[in-house]
C-alpha cells in the first residue's frame, strides 16, 4: 500500500522560506505525477504546483517564479521550495501522486480520494 508523507512545513516571516518533502514510499515512485495542494481555512482547495513523470512542471499564477517543485528518484522524494513567502501563502500543504497526468491538470474540485495516494499534510504560517 503507497503512502506520502509531507515535513518542512513551519512559522516563517513574509519574505522567508521553506522546502516542504514530501516522501513516498510502497509504489514505483517515478512513474507517477505529483502535485502539491493547499488550503488556507475558509476557501477551497488550491493545486498549485506539479511534476509529471518526464520531468515537466506547472504552476498555479499565485506561485509563479517564487516556488519549484521537483523529485528525487533514488530518495522517493517530492521537494516544494518556497521562497518570498507572503501571508496569503499560509495553508496546509499536501502531496498527491496518480499515474493519470491529466488529474492534475482537472484538479479544481477534485476530492482528495480521486487520487491514488494523498498525503496527511503539513502546516504553513507566514507572518507579516
Known amino acids: 500500500q503507497g503512502q506520502l508523507v509531507e515535513s518542512g512545513g513551519g512559522s516563517v516571516q513574509s519574505g522567508g522560506s521553506l522546502r516542504l518533502s514530501c516522501a513516498a514510499s510502497g509504489y514505483t515512485f517515478s512513474r507517477f505525477s505529483m502535485g502539491w495542494f493547499r488550503q488556507a481555512p475558509g476557501k477551497e482547495r488550491e493545486g498549485i504546483a506539479t511534476i509529471d513523470s518526464d520531468g515537466s512542471t506547472t504552476y498555479a499564477d499565485s506561485v509563479k517564479g517564487r516556488f519549484t517543485i521537483s523529485q528525487d528518484n533514488a530518495k522517493n522524494t517530492l521537494y516544494l521550495q518556497m521562497t518570498s513567502l507572503k501571508p496569503e501563502d499560509t495553508a496546509m500543504y499536501y502531496c498527491?501522486?496518480?499515474?493519470?497526468?491529466?488529474?492534475?491538470?482537472?484538479?479544481?474540485?477534485?476530492?482528495?480520494?480521486?487520487?491514488?495516494?494523498w498525503g496527511q499534510g503539513t502546516q504553513v504560517t507566514v507572518s507579516s
Open positions: 498527491a501522486a496518480d499515474r493519470r497526468w491529466y488529474l492534475f491538470r482537472t484538479s479544481q474540485n477534485r476530492p482528495p480520494t480521486d487520487f491514488a495516494y
